[in-house]
């Protein structure tokens, strides 16, 4: 049996919950890995004695889970930065830009986007992401969806079908036709390769009617739903996300009082992407209400081309701690066990005994630095499964 010990860490998150500590927050602490699980956590004093094993010295740094980013778009082609120039300049954001990118993706090669998609991927680890969901929907054809789903499934179990993304040009004047052919033989193509189902269900996008429709036929074909919904204004995205049971809603940046008690009766997690806002100037969503009210919170990247790209959960973190109301720990706990729920994942997102050994060594002694030196590279080391990435 191959066995690590991580020994001397100043601070270590398991997110096994106390009651006065969600976190499950231990000091002087130390972790035995075994064949890429959690096999032991506690006082570095008590640690297990093996004779054969890999110690790792943390030298008082913070431990905590690899981040769960559980929503991303980071299979596609070419760039939308001279859109972001145009918002900063006060132009308004609209989803139209989206097909900008269908058209770039359509043209780029599989080897293309898998080489991009493998710079992603790095960057996402160097910042100590170590599970991380992947959407479709930058193509929009049946044959182009499928591509997607499959480079995606390369590097992630975690492929979600996005079909319904924008009408893309061709079908502009036939909605229904188009909404038939992703309740169709494109969801049929996909399936093999996708996990996930989701809906852009927006003003410019989908209406909710289409929406469920999209919904039942992917959950009819077994797959689990997702909802974007709530990011541009007021909608039903978020009551509709509750109503089918769907693991998350997505942005929720304007949610009513009837949005939050769906939300906080049901399991749906409210996932919040902070990027969007810091990238398109629209307002933060309201984390405090949100957990308050019961409901379960969950911070993602939603690294894509035109809203939010990139790919670092520690600037959701600190963008989160800053803008949303959310303390440090409560912002760690959603990049971690808030991204896991959100992926309906129950071996990543915790260091507790049998779960993946995906975790992160801080160069800081505690997770609060995540948030209080935004902008600096603060990862020292990520094992995924057991294994040093860096």
Known sequence: MTTTLITHIG???????TPADPCGTRHDAAVLIADGRIAWTGPAADAPGEEERRVVDARGRAVLPG???????VVFGGDRADEFEARMAGQAYAAGGIRRTVAATRAASDDE???RLAGFVAEMQAQGTTTFEVKTGYDLTMSGEERLARLAAEVTPEVTFLGAHVVP?????????YVDLVCGVMLDAVRPHAR???VFCETGAFTPAETERILRAGIAAGLRPRVHGNQLGAGDGARLAAALGAASVDHCTYLSDADVAAL???DTVATLLPGVEFSTRHPYPDAR???????TVALASDCNPGTSFTTSIPLMIALAVREMGMTVAEAVWAATAGGARALERTDVGALAVGMRADLVILDAPTRTHLAYRPGVPLVHAVYKDGIALR
């Not at 601070?11 to 919950?17: D, I, K, Q, S, Y």
């Not at 209400?289 to 409901?295: C, I, K, P, S």
């Open 196 to 198: 996930w189902i989701d």
């Open 289 to 295: 209400r949100l957990l308050d009210a019961g409901v």
């Open 169 to 177: 040009a061709e079908y502009v004047d036939d909605r229904a036709a």
């Open 67 to 73: 981040f769960v980013d559980s929503h991303t778009h």
């Open 113 to 115: 986007l898998r080489v």
């Open 11 to 17: 601070e270590l998150t398991t997110n096994v919950a």
């Open 264 to 266: 906080a009766a049901g």
